[in-house]
T-cell receptor
Framework: DAKTTQPTSMDCAEGRAANLPCNHS???????VYWYRQIHSQGPQYIIH???NNETNEMASLIITEDRKSSTLILPHATLRDTAVYYC??????????????FGTGTQLKVEL | DVKVTQSSRYLVKRTGEKVFLECVQD?????MFWYRQDPGLGLRLIYF???????EKGDIPEGYSVSREKKERFSLILESASTNQTSMYLC????????????FGDGTRLSIL
């Protein structure tokens, strides 16, 4: 799996968009970008994933650059409940049989009034 | 919705005890994982299993073993608990197929005294 680089922490004002960057310059052609978040004292929660096109769901939008070497997770109207650690993971579709899935240290997003 | 259930949210044990952490998923997933999470170190993979009775070592298997007797259940065993195994333990599962994300339990916060 490709290595990712994320800022250690970010702050965002409530109601504003939170833009969380991720660099994955060694991504290969068949690797997807996944985003998870972990709210304090809970397990990680899946948010969104994409291959090369921008994606949007009810939680967030994912913007992947044309060269696929970086991506941005956008929370359009951040709330206090979005305060969490956000993980960017790059990997091939999971086919079992021994592929392990690893997480990095993520970005601590703090949403403030 | 996928449900991954860990048997205990909080657990306190003594040094030298044999400790069992249980995880059950209800989506017939082939693949299950155990991670531990420590401040500043992110999620680290201990063991994973891609089928009943199959297991693979992750990045930090020392001091742990696992059991997968039934597809829905994956147990993590601390053979002789030590204080450096005090941590948050997270179980996850994933189906085998293209884009599926991992699904996590809410974790067990284990303290070894």
């Amino acid at each position: 799996d490709a290595k990712t680089t994320q800022p250690t922490s970010m702050d965002c004002a409530e109601g504003r968009a939170a833009n969380l960057p991720c660099n994955h310059s060694t991504i290969s052609g068949n690797e997807y970008v996944y985003w998870y978040r972990q709210i304090h004292s809970q397990g990680p929660q899946y948010i969104i994933h994409g291959l090369k096109n921008n994606e949007t769901n009810e939680m967030a939008s994912l913007i992947i650059t044309e060269d696929r070497k970086s991506s941005t997770l956008i929370l359009p109207h951040a709330t206090l409940r979005d305060t969490a650690v956000y993980y960017c993971i790059v990997r091939v579709p999971y086919t079992g049989g021994g592929n392990k899935l690893t997480f990095g240290t993520g970005t601590q997003l703090k949403v403030e009034l | 919705d996928v449900k991954v259930t860990q048997s205990s949210r909080y657990l306190v044990k003594r040094t030298g005890e044999k400790v069992f952490l249980e995880c059950v998923q209800d989506m017939d997933h082939e693949n299950m994982f155990w991670y531990r999470q420590d401040p500043g170190l992110g999620l680290r993979l201990i063991y994973f299993s891609y089928d009943v009775k199959m297991k693979e070592k992750g990045d930090i298997p020392e001091g742990y073993s696992v059991s997968r007797e039934k597809k829905e259940r994956f147990s993590l065993i601390l053979e002789s608990a030590s204080t450096n195994q005090t941590s948050m333990y997270l179980c996850a599962s994933i189906g085998t197929g293209k884009y599926q994300p991992q699904h996590f339990g809410d974790g067990t916060r284990l303290s070894i005294l």
